[in-house]
């Protein structure tokens, strides 16, 4: 059996997982709310008290969302540090894995159904090409898939706190606010929950957010038209968020694919269908016929981090199930 997690800013999902011959095959999934805990750990003791029952695990892998070093990771938006050794210590074994969420992601790119994904362009997808995976929710994240021996082999990535690259005039504006409040104004600061809430400020001419304002109330009022600035907030998003997601295309050289994930796309996917979002990818001088040859792809299963952690776990089995490794 396998253990698979997607350790996030938001939430975090613990799964059991049977292997398959491509695709692990769940269990159970449930889902945790991260900041009502004070530790991996602790979800970890939940979610064995939850299954109620005896289990024996002989992989396990978990997406987490921060830089993974040595097995060892300390989370970028909340005070966590996780280690592989708290899992394989709580379910006793040894084939266990932490990875970026965005490396673990990735991993889920080549078991995604058709209906799992929404086609932003179809592009010629080319089979021995790379790939890439970017993704706005709680932060940015971004990975590479390089193809290696004939399979796509995740690549992690701390793209999401690169810095923050202008376009255009309006946007050098918000460059001139972000640098004000931040010092330093990373992609991450326009591209993610709290990157709307800025844009958001930034077009109500940058005064302080009324209280409770949340970023699904900025996109619901900016899709349904009734806040003029709300509207010119999400315009923004997604044109920034179309043109980070070609120059990531670009950087890994994705003609097999530009995978679009996290838990924002699918909530706006009315605004990232209307021609903008690609408007923004396409729009790179010398390289534009490049990437409109990219296949670009809205992930829309919202477990696809901890499917694409699970891949990986089965992956580390090393046994060959139904004829495949």
């Known amino acids: 059996m396998i253990l698979a997690g997607d350790v996030g800013g ?3 999902l613990l799964g059991l997982f049977d292997a398959g011959e491509r695709r692990p095959r769940a269990r159970t999934i449930r889902s945790y709310p991260t900041n009502a805990y004070a530790s991996f750990t602790e979800i970890l003791d939940a979610f064995a008290r939850d299954e109620g029952r005896p289990f024996a695990v002989h992989a396990a892998a978990a997406g987490v969302a921060g830089p993974v070093v040595g097995n060892r990771a300390r989370l970028t938006n909340i005070p966590w540090d996780i280690s592989a050794e708290e899992i394989a210590g709580r379910f006793g074994i040894t084939r266990v894995r932490l990875l970026n969420d965005l490396e673990a992601m990735a991993n889920s790119a080549d078991v995604l159904t058709g209906a799992e994904v929404a086609v932003l362009q179809e592009g010629v997808m080319r089979e021995d090409g790379n790939a890439a ?9 971004e990975a590479y898939l390089h193809r290696v021996n004939g399979r796509l082999r995740p690549v992690p990535s701390e793209g999401g706190h690169a810095d923050f690259a202008p376009r255009t ?3 050098i504006e918000l460059l001139t606010m972000l640098r004000g409040e ?9 591209l993610s929950g709290p990157g709307l809430l800025n844009l958001h400020r930034f ?11 949340t970023p699904a109330m900025v996109s619901q009022a900016a899709m349904a038209g009734t806040c003029p600035a709300c509207v010119e907030a999400l315009s923004m998003f997604v044109t920034l968020y179309g043109a980070e997601a070609g120059n990531l295309a670009l950087r890994g050289v994705a003609t097999s694919g530009l995978y679009v994930g996290g838990g924002i796309a699918g909530k706006i996917l009315p605004a990232l269908t209307d021609g903008r979002f690609m408007e923004a990818f396409r729009d ?3 390289m534009s016929e490049l990437v409109a040859k990219v296949p670009v792809k809205v992930i829309l299963n919202e477990e696809a981090g901890i499917l694409g952690a699970a891949v990986h776990a089965q992956e580390m089995l090393g046994e060959v199930v139904g004829g495949r490794w």
Do not use: N, S
């Open 203 to 213: 077009t109500h001419l940058g005064r302080t957010a009324e209280p409770g304002v």
């Open 133 to 141: 995976v970017i993704a706005a929710g709680t932060g940015l994240g």
């Open 169 to 171: 005039d309006r946007d």
């Open 182 to 190: 931040y010092g330093r104004a990373e992609v991450e600061h326009v």
């Open 10 to 12: 938001t939430k975090t």
């Open 284 to 286: 790179k001088g010398v």
